[in-house]
Each structure stands twice: as C-alpha cells, then as structure tokens.
C-alpha cells in the first residue's frame, strides 16, 4: 500500500504546520547529502517536495484529508452494512469530484512550484554568470595592476643602469683627472729637482772657479817672492 504524504514526512495527519516544517527540513537535509548518484535518493526528494507542498498550504491539505477520508471510508464499506446502490453512486461521484478538484488545484501549484523552482535555477545563473564576470574584471584589474608593477619595475631598473653607467663614466673622468694632475704634479716636481740639481751644480761651479782663482792669486805671489 503506498504511503500517504504524512507518512512520507513522518508525522501524524494532525502534525502542526510548525512540525511538518520542521521534518521536512530534517528529512530533506538527510536525504540531500546521498543525492549524488543515487536515484532512490533523488525521488525521495522529490516526493518530500510534493508532499510538503500539499501540506503545507492549508487549501490543499484539506481537500487531501477529505481524499484520505474517502479512502478509508470506501475502505470500509464491505464490512459496513449494505447501502442502497444509488447512495454508493453518489458517494462514488462526490469521491470523483473531490479528487478532480484537488488534483487540479494541486496541478495548479506544482506548476507554480515548478515556476519558481526554474525562476530559482535562473537567478542562480545569473547570479553565477554576475560572479564570474566579477571575477574576471578583478583578475583583469588584477594583471593590468601586474603590468604597470613590471613597467615601473623596468624603468626603475633602467634608470638605475644609466646612473651606474654616468657614475662609472664620472669615476672614469675623476680618474684620469687625477692622473692627469699626478703625473703633472711629478713632472714640475721632477723639473723642481733637475733645477735644484743645476743651481747647486752651478753654486759648485762657482764655489770651484773662486777655489781656483784664489789658488792662481796664491800662486802668482809666491813667485813674485
């Protein structure tokens, strides 16, 4: 015999709406986390879904209760005493007319219910379209920042390179500057020191000449003696 939908929620037909929330989020929470690849899981959710969805609007519950007293009354009429063929007719279109009504309205709000359900899936879509452009206008912003870091980097480098290379040119000049300048620097000194040479040469020159004269003066007496 198939479960009625309080059956399928596991509560009883006089559960709250309260509680018929609450083992409907318990149950669907449970049998959500064995959805992937397992079929059974999968149509257990759905009957979760179209039973909460009978039970949880007031119209339609109660024309399910009236569908499930008529079941159990219909269930028991070959034990109850005979009625009269036309009664059971009767009882039998009212029956008819109660389950039309209620599975039109219930055809009604699973349409609405499969409406918002697509509705759902497509904010979903877009709301994960929206993140991945999201994502890609960061990851966008994110390599131009990148770049312009790289070019800054390579100017930065580039001018650190050409002030290396006039330091190195200026040291090259200071360089030969102060050759320049020693080398000047021993040639007047090395000029200093052949005039030193020359003037003493000269004085020695002079002091010998004046040895020599006085020697012939000398001379020159003794023989007039």
Known sequence: ????????LEVSDSAS?????????????????????????????VALREA??????PALRQAYDRRLALRAELATMPEAPSRPLFGKFFMLLVAVACVAGAVKYQSGREQVVREQERAAAALRVAELEAQRERDERAAAERAEAQRRADEAN???????ER????????DLQNAESNARLQAQHKEQQRLAEERQRQSEAQRQL???????RKLEAENARSLRF
């Open 206 to 212: 002079a002091q010998d000449k004046a040895a020599l």
């Open 17 to 45: 709406p309260e509680s018929i929330r609450a083992s409907y989020d318990r149950l669907h929470e449970h049998h959500a986390g064995q959805v992937a690849g397992h079929e059974d899981a999968a149509n257990r959710l």
């Open 52 to 57: 909460y969805a009978t039970l949880s609007d």
């Open 154 to 160: 390579e100017r930065a480098a580039l001018e650190r």
């Open 1 to 8: 015999m198939a479960k009625t939908l309080y059956e399928i």
């Open 163 to 170: 002030a290396y290379s006039r330091q190195v040119s200026r």
